[in-house]
C-alpha cells in the first residue's frame, strides 16, 4: 500500500487513496483520530511514548518530552538527550514516522511499502535530505517529498476542471506560508511561493497574554511577565483562551500572581483590533509575492486556507476584504495536506487506478549558488545558478576554463542556498570535489551540472567534453570563515552565456504574440542567473533592436509588453542575424542567436550568408519557424542541424524550455570563446 503523509510541526496525518470510492481518504491512528500530535515523550523507565500517548505525558510533565523537533530538521545542533542517547530531529521524525506507519497498518491491514511525505516549502537542501532518510529508515520507499502548499493545491484541484490561479495561505503554529498556484484540468502548477517563518499562531497568543498582563499590572502594581515560569503558563493557557474566542464573542480569563487574583475579560473584537497587524504582515507578504510574479489581486481567482491559525473567523473575513473575493469554503484546513500527498502517491501507480493523470510542476523557494569570486577579484560571492521560485526539476550548467598555466587535477566546488550575494548570508550546502580531468595547462575546460530535482533536492555533476567526471562529496568545514576574506589564487573561470532573441513583428505574427511572449518570459525567466545576458530584437521589412544585452530578465520581460506585430514593416525583407552578431560581438562567454519566425523571408541568400558570419564568429544560431515557416530554410540558417526546429504555437513553451537546456548543455552548436570573469576556488 501506498501512502501519503503529512509530517507536521504539532500534528501529522495519514491518508491513503481510496480506489472503490475515488477519493483520498484519512487513516485514524489507534485512538480513532485523523491528526496524531507530532510529540515523542522518553519515560525513566525506558520506555518511549509517540503520538497521543506522549502528548499526555507533555501536559503532564513527565519524562523528557521532545516536540516541534520538525523546526530543527537538517540542524546537527539539535539534539534530545534521553535514556544515555542523543536524538536528532531526524531520528525522531524517523521514530514519529515508524509509529504513524505501524498505527496505519494495522487500522488496514494492509502492509505500507512506500509513501510521499510533505515538506514545508521553505525547507532547504538539509532539511529535504533529512526528511528522505528519516522516511527510509522505517523501510518504506520515499516515492517523493511534496511541498505542503503544493499538496493542498493538489488536494483542492485535482479532479477540477476550470482554470483557476489559487493563492494557498497557510497559517500555522509558528509559520506564514503563502503559495500561488495554477489549477487547470489535470495542471498542478506551482507559480511563487513566499513566506514568513517567525510569524504563527503563537503570536496571537502572545497578544491575549500581554493584554491580561498589562490589565493586572494596573490593577496590581505587579506583572506577571516578569516571572518565568508564571510567564510560560500563561503562553500556554492563552492558545486554549484564543481558541475559545475562534468560537465565542469572548473570554473571559483568570490569573492567580503574587498572592493576588484578577478576572479579564476580551472581546473578539478587541482581539481582532489588536491582532489586526499581525494580518496586516501576512498581507505584506501575499502582497510581495503576487507583485514579484507581476500579478495583482485581480489576478488570484480563489483563495484556499491551510493551518490551524486560518481557523480564527477574522482570517477568511480579512482576505475577503483585501482580495475582494470569497475564500472557498472547505472543511479541510487540516486534512488537504495529507490528501494531496495521498493522491501524489497515487499518482506513481503503474497500474491504472481510475485516478486521471494529473500533472504536477512544482517550483523552489531557494535560489541555488556557486561560491565564485567578485569580477574585482576581491570577495567571494554567491553567484546564483538557479533562481528562486523556478521549475523543478532544473539544471545550469556552467564551463570553467582552468587559469592558464595551472596543472591542477582537482576542483573544489561549494555549493549555496539562499538569496543574498554575501555567501555566508546563505547556507553553505556542500563541498564536492571534481577530480579525474585532464588539464594540459592550455586552459582546460569543464562543465559543472548544478541541479534541482522534482524534490528540490540539490545535487552538483561534472563534464570534460561531454564525459562525466568523478565528483566526491567532502565535509563542508567546520570553519568558513575565510569565504569572507580575500579569494585565494584561481583554479578556475567560469563562462558567460549570452542570448539574443530575435522576433519576427511581421504582420502574419499578429495572433501568435501572447504565446510567442509568454514562451520567451518563460526562456528568460529559466535562464537567468546573473551572468546570462539577454538581448532582444524584432524584424520585419527593417530591424530593431529592442533590448540590448542585460544580465537583468526582467528589463526582458517587461520589454515584451511593446512588441507588437508591424513596427518595423508588414513583411520579412530584413534578416535580423547580422545586428544580432553585432550586439553579441566581444562579449565573453558563449553566444547565441535565437530566431522565431512564422513565415517565409524575402532576401533568404543574404540571411544564409549573415548566418555563415556568424558561424565563423562561433555564434551559434539557433532557428525556430512554426505556421508558414519554411523547415528547409531554417535548417540553412542554423549553426548545426539539432538548432532547426520547426513546432507549433501550442508546442513553442516546450521548444523553448528544449532550448534552454541546450544552452545549459553547451548544445545546439554554442562554442566557447572564454574571458576571465569570476573564479572558481
Ligand atoms: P503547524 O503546521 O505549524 O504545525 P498547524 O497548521 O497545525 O501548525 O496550526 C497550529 C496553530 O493553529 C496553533 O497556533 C494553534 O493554536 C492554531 N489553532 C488550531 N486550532 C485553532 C482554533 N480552533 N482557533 C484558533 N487557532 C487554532
Ligand atoms: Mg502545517
Redo the contacts with the bound molecule.
Keep these: 500500500m501506498k501512502v501519503g503523509i503529512d509530517l507536521?510541526?504539532?500534528?501529522s496525518t495519514v491518508a491513503r487513496y481510496d480506489r472503490t470510492n475515488s477519493r483520498p481518504d484519512i487513516i485514524n491512528n489507534s485512538f480513532e483520530k485523523e491528526l496524531t500530535p507530532?510529540v515523542i515523550c522518553f519515560l525513566d523507565n525506558g520506555e518511549i511514548l509517540i503520538g497521543e500517548d506522549a502528548k499526555d505525558m507533555q501536559a503532564g510533565g513527565a519524562g523528557i518530552v521532545a516536540a516541534s523537533f520538525?523546526r530543527s530538521m537538517g540542524d546537527d545542533r539539535f539534539a534530545v538527550n534521553a535514556g544515555g542517547e542523543s536524538y536528532s530531529a531526524e531520528m525522531l521524525s524517523g521514530m514519529l514516522l515508524k509509529k504513524l506507519i505501524s498505527d496505519a497498518e494495522a487500522k488496514t491491514g494492509q502492509k505500507i511499502d512506500s509513501a510521499v511525505i510533505t515538506v514545508p516549502a521553505y525547507f532547504n537542501d538539509f532539511q529535504r535530505k533529512a526528511t528522505i532518510r528519516a522516511g527510509e529508515t522505517c523501510g518504506v520507499k520515499v516515492l517523493k517529498i511534496i511541498n505542503?502548499p503544493t499538496a493542498a493545491a493538489i488536494s483542492y484541484g485535482y479532479n477540477r476542471e476550470t482554470n483557476k490561479t489559487v493563492l494557498v495561505y497557510?497559517?500555522?503554529?509558528?509559520?506564514f506560508d503563502v503559495t500561488l498556484v495554477k489549477i487547470s484540468k489535470g495542471n498542478i502548477q506551482v507559480i511563487g511561493t513566499d513566506g514568513n517563518h517567525v510569524l504563527?499562531?503563537?503570536d496571537?497568543?502572545a497578544v491575549i497574554s500581554k493584554y491580561v498582563c498589562e490589565q493586572f499590572l494596573e490593577e496590581f502594581g505587579v506583572d506577571p511577565r516578569d516571572d518565568e515560569a508564571a510567564n510560560n503558563e500563561l503562553i500556554v493557557a492563552s492558545?486554549n483562551y484564543?481558541?475559545v474566542?475562534?468560537?465565542t464573542d469572548s473570554v473571559t480569563v483568570q490569573i492567580r500572581f503574587d498572592g493576588n487574583s484578577g478576572k479579564y475579560t476580551m472581546t473578539r473584537e478587541q482581539f481582532n483590533t489588536r491582532t489586526e497587524f499581525l494580518l496586516n504582515a501576512t498581507k505584506d507578504v501575499c502582497n510581495k509575492l503576487i507583485s514579484d510574479l507581476g500579478m495583482s489581486w485581480n489576478d488570484i481567482d480563489e483563495i484556499l486556507l491551510?493551518?490551524?491559525?486560518t481557523?480564527?473567523p477574522q482570517v477568511p473575513a480579512f482576505l475577503e476584504s483585501i482580495a475582494g473575493k470569497k475564500v472557498a469554503a472547505h472543511s479541510d484546513?487540516?486534512l488537504a495536506v495529507a490528501k494531496g500527498a495521498a493522491i501524489t502517491a497515487e499518482l506513481y501507480c503503474s497500474e491504472n487506478t481510475g485516478l486521471r493523470e494529473v500533472q504536477i510542476k512544482d517550483i523552489t523557494a531557494h535560489s541555488l549558488g556557486a561560491l565564485s569570486v567578485s569580477p574585482d577579484g576581491k570577495r567571494y560571492v554567491n553567484e546564483i545558478m538557479i533562481t528562486r521560485n523556478s521549475k523543478v526539476p532544473a539544471s545550469v550548467r556552467k564551463a570553467f576554463k582552468i587559469v592558464e598555466g595551472n596543472l591542477t587535477d582537482r576542483i573544489e566546488v561549494y555549493t549555496l542556498q539562499g538569496e543574498s550575494r554575501v555567501p555566508l548570508d546563505c547556507y553553505v550546502l556542500a563541498k564536492v570535489v571534481v577530480t579525474g580531468f585532464s588539464n594540459d595547462g592550455n586552459g582546460t575546460q569543464i562543465d559543472v551540472e548544478y541541479r534541482y530535482d522534482e524534490n528540490g533536492v540539490v545535487s552538483v555533476s561534472a563534464y570534460q567534453g561531454g564525459a562525466p567526471l568523478q565528483v566526491n562529496p567532502e565535509p563542508v568545514p567546520e570553519d568558513v570563515e575565510w569565504m569572507n576574506g580575500a579569494p585565494t589564487a584561481a583554479a578556475g573561470v567560469p563562462v558567460a552565456k549570452n542570448v539574443v532573441i530575435c522576433v519576427d513583428l511581421s504582420r502574419s505574427m499578429r495572433n501568435s504574440m501572447d504565446d510567442v511572449k509568454s514562451a520567451i518570459s518563460d526562456f528568460v525567466t529559466g535562464l537567468a542567473d546573473g551572468t546570462t545576458r539577454f538581448g532582444l530584437v524584432g524584424f520585419g521589412d527593417k530591424i530593431g533592436i529592442i533590448r540590448d544585452m542585460t544580465p537583468d530578465h526582467n528589463t526582458i520581460t517587461s520589454a515584451l509588453g511593446d512588441l507588437k506585430v508591424n513596427t518595423y514593416g508588414r513583411g520579412t525583407d530584413a534578416s535580423p542575424l547580422g545586428t544580432a552578431l553585432t550586439m553579441l560581438s566581444g562579449r565573453p562567454g558563449t553566444k547565441m542567436i535565437l530566431v522565431l519566425t512564422d513565415g517565409i523571408w524575402g532576401k533568404r541568400d543574404f540571411a544564409v550568408s549573415e548566418a555563415i558570419t556568424c558561424r565563423n564568429s562561433k555564434t551559434a544560431v539557433v532557428a525556430v519557424g512554426f505556421a508558414d515557416a519554411d523547415f528547409a530554410f531554417l535548417k540553412q540558417i542554423a549553426t548545426v542541424e539539432e538548432g532547426a526546429i520547426y513546432t507549433t504555437l501550442n508546442k513553442l513553451g516546450d521548444t523553448f524550455s528544449t532550448i534552454a537546456t541546450a544552452i545549459n548543455a553547451g548544445s545546439m552548436g554554442l562554442r566557447e570563446s572564454v574571458e576571465v570573469k569570476a573564479r572558481l576556488r
Design positions: 507536521g510541526t504539532t500534528y507530532s520538525k505542503e497557510d497559517l500555522g503554529g509558528g509559520t504563527g499562531g503563537k496571537w497568543d492558545e484564543k481558541k474566542l475562534t468560537k491551510v493551518g490551524g491559525s481557523r480564527m484546513t487540516d
